[in-house]
């Protein structure tokens, strides 16, 4: 008797869709995905929807709006593990900049009395339990594929917590803060990009979030011997995962309000 396929579903929530892209981006590591899971609800690759329940369930966006919250309790109902990939899904993401100011609505919709939408944009697992959280802005191909292979051998992901320093030195990149001294981000970011920025002699942006135990603090104050203003140092922790905690801790911390 055949077993069936494990069941995959992919969800969209408050995003740009470039989590989800990175999956189809895959290409020919896409094929043999499909021939170890079945995609059962994938709308950004297929119109064809299998109902639920569904064995993994990988979940791009932030939660916006009242109705994003319900929704994604259901989700999280009809799937056996949830995994949320990306910045938006993990932190917020960008639009979790609203976070931190007023109303914006008045300024940009001439009837905003009709926009329904929660004052904050929030991470899934601030609503559900994720079983595991992929990080990046995009998330990273090699990094979606290793936890794709986990679930199908019945393992723990193999995604470190190291920072991006690691990628520059396995890479033989030399240190942009060093060698440059161009403020970076990368000794409090985690790895999973393959150190793109530094490889063309940019600082990091800090596009995949606070690597584990990040030292914020020091990192801030080095920038500051390199010339950073507190204005720059606010600006460089609010970006892609401004919400993060250590992140949104060390901006408050630089705040020239």
């Given at each position: 008797m055949t077993t069936p396929k494990p069941t995959l579903a992919v969800w969209k929530f408050a995003s740009c869709d470039g989590c989800q892209l990175t999956l189809l981006n895959c290409e020919d590591e896409l094929l043999q995905i499909a021939g170890q899971l079945q995609i059962a609800n994938f709308p950004e690759a297929s119109s064809q929807v299998i109902e639920g329940p569904?064995?993994?369930?990988?979940?791009?966006?932030?939660?916006?709006?009242?109705?994003?919250?319900?929704?994604?309790?259901?989700?999280?109902?009809?799937?056996?593990?949830?995994?949320?990939?990306?910045?938006?899904?993990?932190?917020?993401?960008?639009q979790a900049l609203r976070n931190f100011?007023?109303?914006?609505?008045p300024l940009v919709y001439a009837s905003p009395q009709y926009i329904d939408s929660l004052r904050t944009s929030t991470a899934i697992a601030e609503h559900v339990q994720a079983d595991f959280e992929l990080r990046g802005c995009p998330i990273g191909k090699h990094q979606l594929l290793e936890v794709i292979a986990a679930l199908l051998s019945h393992r723990r992901p193999n995604v470190?917590?190291?920072?991006?320093c690691i990628e520059c030195k396995r890479a033989g990149l030399s240190c942009v803060m060093v060698a440059h001294?161009?403020?970076?981000?990368?000794?409090?970011?985690?790895?999973?990009?393959?150190?793109?920025?530094?490889?063309?002699?940019?600082?990091?942006?800090?596009?995949?979030?606070?690597?584990e135990t990040p030292n914020t603090k020091a990192?801030?104050?080095?920038?500051?011997?390199?010339?950073?203003?507190?204005?720059a140092v606010h600006r460089a922790f609010r970006t892609f995962t401004a919400a993060a905690e250590p992140f949104r801790k060390e901006a408050d911390a630089h705040d020239a309000r």
């Open positions: 569904y064995d993994v369930s990988l979940v791009e966006g932030s939660i916006t709006t009242p109705g994003d919250a319900e929704r994604i309790r259901r989700v999280r109902r009809q799937s056996r593990i949830l995994i949320t990939i990306g910045a938006c899904a993990t932190s917020g993401g960008i100011s007023g109303d914006l609505a470190r917590g190291h920072s991006v001294g161009t403020p970076c981000l990368g000794p409090v970011t985690q790895a999973g990009c393959g150190a793109i920025c530094p490889a063309y002699h940019r600082g990091c942006y800090g596009c995949f979030g606070p690597m990192l801030a104050a080095r920038w500051r011997e390199l010339g950073a203003t507190d204005q």
